[in-house]
Structures are given as structure tokens and as C-alpha cells.
């Protein structure tokens, strides 16, 4: 579904990411690992067409994307939870899910749609009047995966889900992210929270100062030493 091919990213004089090879088959998660300031979220970035890689070659279902616009990379299926989640703070909560939806055009689809949302959401839908800014960090996080579910993706990014969250909403919001890629969402999840992140996926990458070091299985990464000795504090 997504083939990262040879990608290198720079920052001015910085070179950021090195090189690296992913790939996303349709139905998986896949988490991308590191340290903070290994360039994960500069790999992201590039995916969605927020930053403009130096060279190679990112692929989504057979089209190169490193030349298309950012809304047209979304309109072709890809949809991207940023870091810090982004939500519009002086809208309300509907609003942000109407705001997910833009590309769209059919009115009952995507109403549907949003009860779909408020259904996997019981606290979106509490909430639905309320002004976004006021959410708990977990509610916001969760208004942020449910926006991007608005636009009917195909590949789902998730760009630490986990931040500045507790560890019970930790866990709630890792059980939602099994539960949509059960629906058949794909999901390229990236995430310093290795354990969680590996515990739910079915491959993972582990990226060092810009470079792919590890990959392979979830379960076999979980297991390996240098992974347990860097990431799971053992």
C-alpha cells in the first residue's frame, strides 16, 4: 500500500533522515520507533506533504507523492493525526468533524458518518456542542483520530498518540487504534512509547538519528535485546 523508498530529508545544512526504506501493507499497523529527534516525525511529515524531501521516492497505492499537495494526498486516502493533535480550540467538536470531512461532498454520507464517529466516541458525542479547546487532553486526542476518520481514509498517520497522556488513556487510546484497524483502516502509527507501540502492531521499525536500524516483527522486536535495552528500560 506504502512504499518509502531510499527517503532523505534535510533541515537546512541538517540531514535529518537517511536514507530510509518502509513499507505499510493494507490492513496493518505498523509502528515506526525512536528516541525524540530521530526523524520520525520528519518521516511523516514528508508522507503527507508537509515537508519535502531532498530525494527518494514515497509511494501510495502505485501514485509517487513526493510532488503532490498536501489536500490532494488526502483526497487520495491518507489521512495524518499530528503531533500535539491540532484540533480547531475555537470550534466546537461537531465543527472539527465537519472540518474533516471537507473533501467530501455527499451531505447523508457524511452524517453517517459522524454518528459512526459518535458511536466509537460516547464522549465526542457528550461533548458535541462543546468548544474543543476544552476537552481533556485524552478527548482531544480522540477528536483528532475521529477528524481524520471523517475524510474515509485509507492510511491512517498517527504521530504520538500517547503524549501528555496518562497511562489509563494511555491504554484507552491504543484499544481504539486496534479497534479501527480491525474495521480494515490501515494504520503507520509513530510513537516513543515503544512498548505500547509494539504491542499492538504487526511490524515495527526502529529509527536511530535518521536511520532505520531494526525491523521486522512486532513480537520479535518486543523480544530483541538492543530494543529492550534502549527503548523498554531493561
Known sequence: MLKVINLNVSYGAIH?????????HQGEIVSLIGANGAGKTTILHSISG?????????V??????????????LQMGLAHVPEGRRIFAE???EENLEMGAFTRS?????????????HRFPRLKERRGQMAGTLSGGEQQMLAIGRALMS?????????????????????????????NK???????VEQNARMALSIA???????????????????????????KAYLGQ
Open 16 to 24: 535529518a533522515v537517511h536514507g530510509v526504506n518502509l513499507e505499510v
Open 50 to 58: 508537509l515537508k519535502r524531501p531532498s530525494s527518494g521516492q514515497i
Open 60 to 73: 501510495f497505492e502505485g501514485q509517487d507523492l513526493v510532488k503532490t499537495e498536501p489536500h490532494k494526498i
Open 91 to 93: 470550534m466546537t467538536v
Open 106 to 118: 455527499n451531505p447523508q454520507e457524511i452524517r453517517e458518518d459522524m454518528e459512526k464517529i459518535y
Open 152 to 180: 474515509k481514509p485509507k492510511l491512517l498517520l498517527l504521530d504520538e498518540p500517547s503524549m501528555g497522556l496518562s497511562p489509563i488513556l494511555v491504554r484507552e487510546i491504543f484499544d481504539i487504534i486496534v479497534q479501527v
Open 183 to 189: 474495521t480494515g483502516m490501515t494504520v503507520l502509527l
Open 202 to 228: 504487526h511490524r515495527g521499525y526502529v529509527l536511530e538519528t535518521g536511520d532505520i536500524v531494526l525491523s521486522g516483527d512486532a513480537k520479535s522486536l518486543l523480544e530483541d535485546d538492543r530494543v529492550k
